[in-house]
């Protein structure tokens, strides 16, 4: 789900959190989301309103009775206005606020016409002990129940007060995750995806490995993808360069750096999987034997042969197991004659569908944050993507796939 185009109402209060929330706003406004913001009194005592109306780009509502509001009803009006609220950071004293329906500022009232008819994303921030306080985890537990609130629980590290402990707001990335996640239809709810993403390391000797090129950006946009959308995620990892945000603890991780450890935690996972999206770039051979020492060049030494043998092939494996009521999707990353050997591998490793993509198109392949992809499905449905973010292109992908 991406945020271009959304209308988010973004809540202040009083913690010093706030200071990072202009962050927030820049971030969403260079999605292309539209952002208006609410705070109560004390909350612009740690950001100013001039920064946050210069970042939104948008008149900030922070007194109820302030004769510049644009409406009345101010409270009213920007609920029906947004497609999503975020309360960051939210105070005990307005999650207890929110609990128990208590509207006496700007920011409680908005909450509490936004409640019943919006998706609202609220990250609490306090002291640990404030946290852990019985009234605060009732108030929390109570508002866990409203179907559209999604809480992104506090972080655990260094505290304002210099203690450390659980109480600190999310980062910026995992809170503009869990807006795309509130967004997002749960289509994927009640199922287990297993994705397998980045290069894997085939070693030589302690100190030398063979690989690709592989960053594993677009197998974890596919991860992200899954997650918002309901769906319980095992992540098989390879090598990877890109950053895992996992805000809910849905997108269960394993590292596997070499084609024999990611074949037997795939071979694992499989039959306990609805879906599994075959993404990472493995091996195809790997050195019979490895050397327990660096192996150091001679004296006039001019080569080094290496014997490789091939490793499991993990789609074909997990093809010939598949069940039924299972879905494999595999990819394809060619240099030539690309969609002839997609084909072919797609009906060889008995895939359901084959995600097509190709070194010769700019702005695709390895380490790229873009990508261009051709799904091709068993059923003969052929769907092309154009150039686009990984992150869309992976909602493009389930969108084929699973709509």
């Known amino acids: 789900m991406s945020l271009q185009g959304k209308h988010i109402l973004v ?42 109306q210069t970042v939104s780009g948008s008149r900030v509502y922070s ?33 207890c606020k929110m609990a128990a329906g208590i509207a006496d500022d700007a920011l409680t009232t908005t909450i509490c016409s936004c409640a019943a008819r919006k998706p609202i994303v609220v990250a609490p921030a306090m002291n640990d002990k404030m946290w852990e306080n019985p009234a605060m985890q009732n108030a929390v537990t109570t508002i866990r129940q409203w179907e559209n609130v999604t809480v992104v629980e506090p972080a655990e590290g260094p505290l304002a007060c210099g203690t450390s402990g659980k109480g600190r707001m999310r980062e910026i990335d995992e809170l503009q995750e869990a807006l795309e996640y509130a967004l997002t239809p749960k ?14 390391q085939e070693k030589i000797d302690p100190v030398r490995f063979i690989s690709n090129y592989s960053t594993g950006k ?25 950053l895992l945000i996992n805000p809910f603890g849905t997108i269960h991780r394993i590292d596997a750096l070499s084609a024999q450890s990611m074949y037997e935690a795939c071979t694992v996972v499989w039959p306990k999987a609805d879906i599994a999206i075959l993404c990472a770039a493995v091996a195809d051979f790997t050195p019979v034997d490895t050397a327990d020492q660096k192996i150091k060049k001679q004296e006039g030494q001019t080569e080094l042969s290496l014997r490789l043998t091939t490793t499991h092939d993990i789609a074909k494996t997990l093809g ?18 690309e969609k002839e050997n997609a084909l072919r591998k797609l009906e060889r490793k008995h895939l359901d569908a084959i995600i097509l993509n190709s070194l010769r198109d700019q702005g695709a392949g390895f380490g790229a944050d873009t990508n261009i992809v051709t799904i091709m499905q068993s059923n003969g449905t052929v769907t092309s993507l154009p150039l686009q973010s990984k992150s869309v292109i992976s909602e493009g992908i389930l969108k084929a796939l699973f709509s």
């Not at 302030?66 to 999650?95: F, G, K, Q, R």
């Open 218 to 242: 677009m197998g974890i946009a596919l991860a992200h993808a899954c997650a918002r959308r309901g769906a319980d995620v095992t992540l098989v990892c390879g090598a990877v360069s890109a």
């Open 63 to 95: 007194d109820v009775f302030a004769a510049i509001n644009e409406h009345a009803t101010e409270h009213i009006s920007l609920p029906d206005w947004c497609d999503a609220m975020i309360v960051a950071p939210a105070t005990a004293n307005v999650l």
């Open 320 to 337: 010939e197991t598949k069940r039924d009521d299972q879905i494999l999707v595999g990819f394809a990353l060619e240099t030539e004659h």
């Open 11 to 52: 809540g202040i209060s009083g913690g010093i959190a706030a200071y990072k929330i202009p962050e927030l706003i820049r971030s969403l406004v260079k999605v292309g989301a539209e952002v208006r913001v609410t705070t109560t009194r004390h909350a612009l005592e740690f950001v100013t309103e001039l920064t946050l």
């Open 187 to 200: 289509t994927l709810s009640g199922k287990h995806v297993l994705i397998t993403a980045g290069g894997t």
